[in-house]
């Protein structure tokens, strides 16, 4: 397939998202890390999430998840729309945030649940979406047409380096989202300070003692790591939707 054509599913798939009146799904997320973080150096994680979504600024994304292999073993994530504002809860002890807009939320939400929320918010956007997904899959491979949750859909593989390949799975009907995959192998020998500070700060909000990341060897323990994480998707556009599910009160007790 010529890259033009690539580019034209890549556009068809912008326009589903960008122009739809209301968008929701549901979905399942399962990430592997192999890493000697514990007795037999695997990190699982498995999750569901769900997004709600009313143009122009009704929105709405829950993420549930279960951990494996690491201190905190269950997290949930809120971000909902409160009259201008976006705001977020966690519920492992994180106060309830504040955002000028949806966009300003996604940096949270993409520390808090990666690429799971990042994704299709993202897309949902007018502003930058093209240019999002251009640069996320605009050099991919088309591998072919395949079976997603009994949908067809055109299979994308994007090589963006030697250690990180992304694949994407877009319905041939619909032009909506099916599945995401990225397959990573990674090494903290690269990784500037800043990056290390990044990463040491993420696995503390997990629950590891900051006392671990005292010794200076402390990425020792994550050097030469894989993960692969898979992402299924249940969309629908142009959906009705009850307003209610964005009146979220985040629970007075935890």
Same mark, same amino acid.
């Given at each position: 397939?010529?890259?033009e054509?690539v ?6 798939v ?17 990430? &592997? ?8 150096? +695997? ?11 009313i143009?122009p600024d009704?929105?709405?994304f829950?993420?549930l998840t ?10 949930r ?18 106060? &309830? ?7 300003? =939320?996604l940096f ?5 649940s ?5 994704? +299709?918010?993202?897309l949902?956007?007018?502003?930058? =979406? ?5 640069e996320?899959?605009?050099d ?18 994007f090589?963006?380096?030697?250690s990180?390949?992304?694949? +994407?799975?877009i ?10 995959e990225t397959? &990573?192998?990674?090494t903290?020998?690269?990784?500037? +300070? =800043?990056?290390?500070e990044?990463?040491?700060?993420r696995?503390?909000?997990y629950?590891f003692?900051?006392q ?9 323990s994550?050097?030469?790591?894989r993960s ?8 629908e ?7 209610e ?9 935890l």
């Amino acid at each position: 397939m010529s890259r033009e054509r690539v580019y034209e599913i890549l556009d068809r798939v912008v326009a589903a998202y960008t122009q739809c009146s209301s968008y929701r799904d549901w979905g399942t997320l399962k990430s &592997t890390t192999c890493r000697s973080l514990s007795e037999n150096g +695997v990190v699982t994680e498995e999750g569901e999430f769900s997004t709600a979504y009313i143009r122009p600024d009704r929105f709405r994304f829950d993420y549930l998840t279960s951990r494996s292999g690491l201190p905190i073993k269950s997290e949930r994530s809120v971000f909902w729309t409160q009259g201008n504002r976006v705001k977020s809860w966690r519920r492992n002890g994180t106060r &309830t945030q504040s955002f000028l807009d949806i966009e300003h =939320a996604l940096f949270q939400l993409s520390s808090d649940s990666g690429v799971s929320s990042r994704f +299709v918010p993202r897309l949902l956007l007018p502003d930058g =979406a093209s240019n999002f997904l251009r640069e996320r899959f605009g050099d991919s491979d088309f591998v072919g047409i395949e079976l997603s949750e009994g949908f067809d859909c055109f299979k994308l593989q994007f090589k963006s380096t030697a250690s990180h390949v992304s694949r +994407v799975w877009i319905d041939t009907c619909t032009f909506l989202v099916r599945r995401l995959e990225t397959d &990573t192998l990674s090494t903290l020998a690269n990784f500037e +300070v =800043a990056e290390l500070e990044e990463i040491r700060d993420r696995m503390i909000s997990y629950g590891f003692h900051s006392q671990f990341f005292d010794k200076a060897d402390w990425y020792d323990s994550f050097k030469d790591s894989r993960s692969i994480l898979t992402l299924n998707y249940r969309p629908e556009i142009d959906c009705p939707i009850n307003r209610e599910v964005f009146n979220f009160k985040p629970p007075s007790t935890l």
